[in-house]
């Protein structure tokens, strides 16, 4: 049952490609110049609008706040709009009207930024990317439904202007649905992250985006968190809407970094052509059956969605369930199947998946370990979970994960076989997809979909006793899903937090049970991984 050397160096090549095509498809699309046809969103366009308002910080209440304000006033009925300011904050309001419309699509972002920066990204780019679509708009077919423009005031110091316009300015009888768009970052794809509840309309819109990014495990995931935009407020109100941000480099969210200088041209464009696609589709479509609140209709289920290159994959979160317990079952089918053909007993069988926690509690603790020993080394990283130029800390992370994960690999190996092994890197797996089907809807995928390749993978290898097969396909759904969760990991805590070294665990279990490596050779990973976790460090250090 253990792979040659052929099938094992076909498995490197076929897992470095499929994570190669995987992260090429998270690259932000190359900005559009400015010439391009007027119908289309041009990054080069929206740039100067961005320039013009990140010159200074604009908190409420300064006058650079104010200057903004008028400035946007001017724009928009440049636009051919008649924007109005609403009081007492402050919000820019206009609407272009619809020729037949079933509800109002509202392009929403905040025009203030943070006392300590200019908010080039956070939220300047998202601004001036409602500006260029708006045009875009004007230059084509006009829309169904109508278009209104918020311009909120307030948004850093506690979504002051969404609450006033939620207040005063949102019509309880018109169907409504709010594109929300902010950065946590200054670069990177703008991910559509955030639904309301009951999202399945909203995912099917979705599917117009030519490179959609995001899946529904944000959305899940930030519905469990403390964070706030300006859609929170909208959402506590009962209405539909969707957030989309760009969150790489966050190091630089909030600060005085966040500059025009800073900001990918390249995020501007991705955020602005999701923008624009989401409003001419959202634009011709019947609101009413999306906004629940407002028509009276029956609420809509929840969707999972992911996209799989340029195809936003998507089905009812009702069967997370199914394809958890599916993952599950296989499992045992496998194993059971494997024993009655003498390739593993059941002791074999149970000491994979019942010591399988290990290397993800190991590279956990590894993880916590080294930011502890940089806390001692460099007591100024206490406040600053997201170090600029993080990249060597975050490789002694990851090899510090596969560190985990080859010890446990190897010494499992060693008693039970590669067979009993590979099904003890999917219990995990399996696990979390039943877990997150019951606690988390909408993120199971992430680990069910790497389960069932694993799954599949051994029970080729087990019917036909040829280990080739499993070799190259089992690992590649978990390269697929897991790998690009595993990266953005960085994004949700730094390397301050466990989170993104528990995700390489887990894109490492079923990568190092492929590969399997035994014999006089074992140690050679697991050595090679603590050699570059403290070669990294050290650079890190330097």
Not at 159 to 170: C, E, N, S
Not at 273 to 281: D, I, V
Request: aromatic share 4%; glycine share 8%.
């Amino acid at each position: 049952m253990r792979p040659g050397p052929v099938a094992r160096l076909i498995a490197l090549v076929v897992l470095v490609a499929a994570g190669a095509a995987t992260f090429l498809g998270l690259r932000p699309p190359d900005p559009v110049p400015a010439d391009t046809p007027a119908s289309e969103f041009s990054a080069e366009r929206a740039f100067p609008v961005v320039a013009d308002i990140a010159r200074e910080p604009r908190p409420l209440g300064s006058a650079a706040n104010a200057r903004v304000r008028d400035d946007l006033t001017d724009r928009l009925t440049g636009l051919g709009l008649t924007p109005r300011v609403e009081s007492p904050l402050g919000n820019v309001v206009a609407t272009l009207p619809g020729t037949a419309p079933t509800g109002q699509v509202v392009l929403a972002a905040h025009l203030d930024s943070v006392p300590q920066g200019p908010g080039a990204a956070d939220d300047a780019a998202g601004v001036a990317a409602v500006l260029e679509t708006v045009r875009a708009l004007r230059a084509g077919p006009p829309l169904r439904n109508d278009l209104t423009v918020l311009l909120t005031d307030g948004e850093e110091a506690g979504l002051r202007g969404a609450r006033q316009w939620v207040r005063d300015g949102l019509d309880r009888t018109t169907p409504t649905v709010v594109l929300n768009h902010e950065a946590r970052g200054v670069s990177g794809q703008s991910l559509l992250f955030r639904t309301s509840p009951g999202n399945a309309g909203l995912v099917h819109a979705m599917r117009a985006v030519p490179h959609p990014a995001g899946n529904s495990s944000l959305v899940a995931i930030f519905r469990l968190l403390p964070n706030d935009t300006d859609l929170s407020v909208v959402i506590g109100a009962g209405r539909p809407g969707i957030d989309s941000a760009f969150v790489e480099e966050p190091e630089k969210y909030h600060t005085a970094a966040d500059s025009p200088a800073n900001l990918d041209p390249a995020s501007v464009q991705s955020q602005g052509s999701t923008m624009l696609a989401l409003a001419r589709e959202l634009g011709a479509t019947d609101l009413a059956p999306l906004d629940p609140t407002a028509s009276g209709l029956p609420p809509q289920p929840d969707a999972v969605y992911f996209p799989l290159g340029d195809v936003l994959v998507t089905y009812p979160v009702a069967w997370e369930w199914p394809l958890a317990g599916l993952a599950v079952v296989g499992l045992v089918v496998v194993a059971a199947l494997a024993r009655r053909r003498e390739l593993l007993t059941t002791r074999d069988a149970l000491l994979p998946g019942a010591t399988s926690p290990l290397p993800l509690v190991g590279a956990a603790a590894l993880a916590i370990g080294l930011w502890q020993l940089l806390l001692v080394l460099r007591p100024e990283y206490a406040d600053r979970p997201f170090l600029d130029r993080p990249v060597p800390y975050e490789v002694a992370t990851v090899a510090l994960a596969v560190l985990a994960v080859s010890v446990w690999h190897v010494r499992v190996r060693r008693r039970v076989g590669p067979c009993a092994a590979a099904l003890g890197a999917a219990a995990p797996l399996a696990v979390l997809g039943l877990l997150a089907a019951a606690f988390v809807p909408g993120a199971a995928f992430l680990t069910t979909w790497p389960a069932l390749g694993l799954v599949i993978g051994q029970a080729l290898s087990v019917a036909t006793r040829n280990s080739t097969a499993a070799t190259v396909l089992a690992a590649v759904p978990s390269v697929v899903f897991l790998a690009p969760f595993a990266v953005a990991a960085f994004g949700i805590g730094g390397v301050a937090t466990p989170i993104p070294a528990v995700a390489f665990a887990l894109l490492g279990l079923p990568v190092v049970a492929v590969l399997d490596p035994v014999g006089r050779r074992a140690a050679a990973l697991p050595a090679l991984a603590l050699v570059v976790a403290v070669g990294a460090t050290a650079v890190g250090l330097a």
